[in-house]
């Protein structure tokens, strides 16, 4: 009996307890859900509701001084900006060149990242080691530094080249295409992917993989049936956030896309910027927006499922 | 009626942030001189920014040690968007935009649009008597205080004759494959100017003249010939792709680096670039003609609730002086005066005295210069 008492006692304070460390946790939250809110949220909404051609209030002087507004015609607004958005001629061309460059360079990424991480796990060792801090390199130069750098070294007088043409061979130019734009993500967007997906793959047990072994599994077997499903979760992670890294890029294909087709980024700033189409803007960064939401489901997804799996929900 | 209020509270709340961030900004300076310093606010290329700081400021605060000035740098206006909307709202709601004096492109929109402090009051800039007329209108409230124009420059070692007139330039870019180019109008003005060089051939005095002066949607619709033209060239051109240099240093890059022989360049850079050893010596410039490439006034606003506008007067006033502007000449900038040459030192003057600097061609009113980047982007890039 008094054993049971003193259990109950233990147990309402731990509930206390609890109630109260969630409501300290729940205000630590607050000042960055507050600035979300406030800094990110409101311009979004009032963004939107530029888009839809609400040009009256806090969007006032943007459409007062931005060219090509579409105002609103019925309650909820109008679609016309963005229907203007898809039947510009520019517009398939650059989501085009988004996507592409966004597809082709995330799965680049992931293979030479998992390439680098399968191999840091079963071979190991100090080469292991010493590629993988090697490969973090890019994250600590400045991308408008290495896009610059990459635009001389590819250029019409750069190091390829010229080292081409003393042994009597014309090397393309890379700069002003999205092959460069291609190099330029791959470079910047790496050292976070075989950070994530190394980092999931050390936690692979040493004993699935050698019974896997013992059991006469080769190479190819262990690493598709054994480590790609255990870090199945980073893997995904690394992905999305590989391929919305790249969806929004500005600096790279600034300095190394050609003028036209190009990535819509720096499409979006041309049409904020020198040709003074803020709607138009806006209307582009929504369908930016709306693509890496697509992405971003398989994050959640595979975070669910990681969840499913191991019993949390 | 709770509509009306939510935005009311909405719109006083987006105030109250502008005012916040803005008193943020310029407490400090304002606290310890109130009044005399002139808040500058540039935007324009490096060049520009290196003529205010490397040279006229030092001589100003030299001349006139009660003011100072702080500078605010925008590269290449890439901001010219937002800062209009900052100054337009300054000025509707009668605030201090925090900036009083603005040297760059956005100067005569601001005109355009009455949110400058009037030119009527010539008194209180008495140096303008020396500018043109004709300069000052183009201006409507915006101050000229130099010039430049864009000239085309060439490779002297590979091009022995260079081609004269616009006809014979676009004819030599075709028989020189991948010798000339221009950058993105978007970029930068040089390659705007030889864009607009183009379209302007295929029309009318009259129908160019509108162009300049007023918004005109009808008009840009006669563009199309242009287009086919420049269009025509992306086989041609450097790269012979379709592609073009981002911007005026792109340009000047790689017309120094020997990769092509012909292009479009700012006056003043080029001076610069020559002098500083920067480009080849071999690299010379001069003026096309039928028609030439655009050149003309660079104009300073002072926005008309500018808090220390008496002060940006003063810095205006002076940078109008015959020093001033033997110094926008001669220093590194190599810009034209806005003033008569026979005004300037003679020395600076000899080597200008050739260009008159109320005949040189405009180029477009500010929105059909921002609808002729767009559809330059739309028609002319990496359709070969």
Same mark, same amino acid.
């Given at each position: ?313 | ?230 269009? #025509?060239?992306?086989?041609? *051109?450097?790269?012979?792709? @379709?592609? +073009?240099? $981002? =911007? ?104 200008? #005295?050739?260009?008159?600097? *109320?005949?040189?061609?405009? @180029?477009? +009113?500010? $929105? =059909? ?16």
């Amino acid at each position: 009996m008094t054993l049971f008492k003193e259990v109950t006692a233990v147990e309402s304070l731990a509930v206390k307890k609890t109630a109260r460390l969630s409501l300290l946790g729940f205000f630590m939250a607050m000042p960055p859900v507050l600035v979300i809110i406030s800094f990110i949220g409101a311009p979004i909404l009032l963004a939107l509701a530029f888009s839809l051609g609400f040009i009256t209030g806090p969007n006032r002087i943007v459409a007062l001084i931005g060219q090509e507004i579409y105002p609103k015609t019925s309650w909820w607004g109008t679609l016309d900006a963005f229907k203007s958005v898809i039947n510009d001629s520019r517009f398939p061309g650059d989501l085009k060149t988004t996507l592409t460059v966004t597809i082709v360079s995330t799965t680049l990424v992931i293979i030479m990242a998992l390439g680098m991480a399968i191999y840091q796990r079963i071979i190991g060792g100090r080469i292991a080691s010493i590629l993988v801090a090697l490969s973090l390199v890019p994250l600590f130069v400045p991308v408008v530094i290495s896009a610059f750098a990459l635009r001389t070294f590819y250029d019409g007088t750069g190091f390829l080249k010229t080292v081409f043409y003393h042994i009597g061979l014309n090397f393309p130019t890379l700069t002003m295409t999205s092959n460069a734009v291609v190099i330029g993500v791959i470079w910047t967007s790496l050292p976070f992917a075989i950070l994530m997906i190394s980092s999931g793959m050390q936690s692979v047990p040493d004993a699935l993989i050698e019974s896997a072994q013992d059991a006469g599994a080769g190479f190819l077997r262990i690493v598709a049936t054994i480590m790609i499903p255990l870090a199945f979760v980073p893997i995904v992670i690394a992905t999305t956030f590989t391929a919305i890294g790249i969806m929004g890029s500005f600096t790279i294909p600034y300095f190394l896309g050609a003028n036209q087709p190009t990535m819509l980024g720096v499409e979006i700033s041309n049409f904020f910027g020198p040709y003074n189409r803020p709607q138009h803007s806006v209307v582009m960064a929504f369908i930016i927006f709306s693509a890496a939401a697509g992405i971003a489901i398989l994050y959640i997804w595979a975070n669910i499922r990681s969840a499913h799996q191991s019993g949390r929900i | 009626m709770l509509k009306n209020l939510l935005k009311k509270k909405l719109i006083g709340a987006f105030a109250l942030t502008t005012i916040t961030a803005l008193s943020l900004g310029v407490t400090a300076p304002v606290s310890q001189a109130a009044g005399t310093t002139v808040r500058l606010y540039i935007s324009a290329d490096t060049n520009i920014q290196d003529l205010w700081v490397k040279t006229l400021i030092p001589a100003f605060t030299k001349d006139f040690p009660q003011y100072d000035v702080d500078v605010t740098f925008d590269r290449n206006g890439a901001n010219d968007a937002q800062t209009l909307a900052k100054i337009t709202a300054a000025v509707a709601t009668k605030r201090d935009p925090g900036m009083d004096l603005i040297d760059g492109g956005i100067s005569t929109t601001l005109g355009g649009a009455g949110l400058l402090f009037p030119l009527s009051y010539t008194s209180l800039i008495p140096n303008l008597k020396n500018v043109p007329k004709v300069l000052i209108a183009n201006g409507k409230g915006a101050i000229p205080y130099r010039a430049s124009t864009v000239l085309m420059a060439y490779n002297s070692k590979n091009v022995k004759n260079p081609p004269k007139t616009l006809n014979e330039v676009l004819t030599w870019i075709k028989a020189n494959p991948g010798k000339f180019t221009y950058n993105a109008p978007s970029g930068g003005g040089s390659g705007a100017s030889f864009v607009v060089t183009v379209l302007d051939s295929q029309l009318t005095a009259a129908e160019t003249l509108k162009l300049q002066t007023v918004a005109d949607k009808e008009t840009q619709a006669k563009w199309a010939k242009g287009w086919e033209i420049l269009r #025509s060239l992306n086989k041609y *051109t450097y790269g012979q792709n @379709g592609t +073009y240099p $981002t =911007n005026n240093a792109g340009t000047l890059d790689l017309l120094s680096k020997g990769l092509v022989d012909l292009a479009p360049v700012w006056s003043d850079q080029i001076a610069s670039a020559l002098k500083a050893g920067t480009m080849p010596k071999d690299i010379k410039v001069y003026s096309i003609t039928n028609p030439s490439l655009t050149g003309g006034p660079a104009f300073l606003s002072i926005p008309a609730t500018a808090k220390n506008r008496s002060a940006a007067r003063a810095l205006v006033n002076w940078v109008l002086t015959p020093a001033a502007q033997s110094l926008i000449v001669a220093g590194n900038m190599n810009g034209l005066p806005v003033i008569p040459v026979s005004k300037l030192d003679t020395e600076v003057a000899a080597n200008i #005295s050739s260009i008159d600097i *109320t005949t040189l061609r405009p @180029g477009y +009113y500010s $929105t =059909n210069g921002n609808d002729m980047k767009a559809a330059w982007a739309n028609e002319v890039p990496g359709k070969l």
